[in-house]
């Protein structure tokens, strides 16, 4: 069995050996997750104003950092991989941003940063890639302001984890011949570390950290959070994509789960 720290490091190798891949499939604004899903949706919720002091934690290249940098945000972003801040730092010059290197299991070195200093704090698409979030969501209360609100979008623990196989099934329909694509799930309520090729033609696989929605969302009410604000964003009709059985032809499911948290008085 590996130690927290030996299983943390590991996590840092994964995303330091796709840093590059990762930084040239998202590029500047992100892949179509991000532009149609995550991103929007985040921006909806956390509805940053001009001059607030914000925070990304789990930055990856900085998608998300620089989108609320040109919202009139000023900016302290963090991650595990110092491979992927350095990509994010090439790509942000010019922005009101701050990179920093911190593994957000680590709630000390998360809470440095500022303890009730931050308007808004976002963690995109991040939160299953961590072996523990109890720490992250400890400091993030700490970090916030009073009246500050927490961000965060995952991949939809109840469709989108990595027991859910994509089906396909030719069949008549009132006279017609049909492609519908189904989901096939399992072991939705199993809590634990599995393997995950990442995106296709990813370099190598990493670790997630499957927590069932009542788990998930549980963690955050036991720090001092209330959950105020949810969506559950499904492309839209008409997105293409190079492969049939892709999430973009799920338009009637949700691959991302995104909620609004803030602290409790
Ligand atoms: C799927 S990527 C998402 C990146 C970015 N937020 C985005 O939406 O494009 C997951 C990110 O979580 C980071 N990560 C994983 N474990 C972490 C940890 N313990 N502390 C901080 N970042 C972590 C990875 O390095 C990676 O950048």
Known sequence: MMDDYALNDEVRQQWNLKAEFWDALHGDEGNAFHRYLVSPAAERLLGIQPGELALDVGCGNGTFARRMADLGAQVVATDISDKLIERAKARSEGRDITYQVVDATNEQALAALGEGRFDAAVCNMAM????????????VRRLL???GRFVFTVMHPCFNS????????SAEREGRLVDQVFLKLSDYLQVGTRISAGAPNEPNPHYVFHR???ML??????????LDGVEEPAFPLGVESKHLLSWTNMTQFPPVFAARLRPTR
């Open 162 to 169: 990595t027991v859910a196989t994509f089906v396909m099934e």
């Open 217 to 226: 969302l549980s963690q955050c009410f036991q720090v001092g959070f209330v």
């Open 128 to 139: 299953m890639d961590m072996s523990s979030i109890q720490p992250m969501l400890r400091a």
């Open 212 to 214: 069932p929605l009542h």
């Open 145 to 147: 302001k009073a009246r």
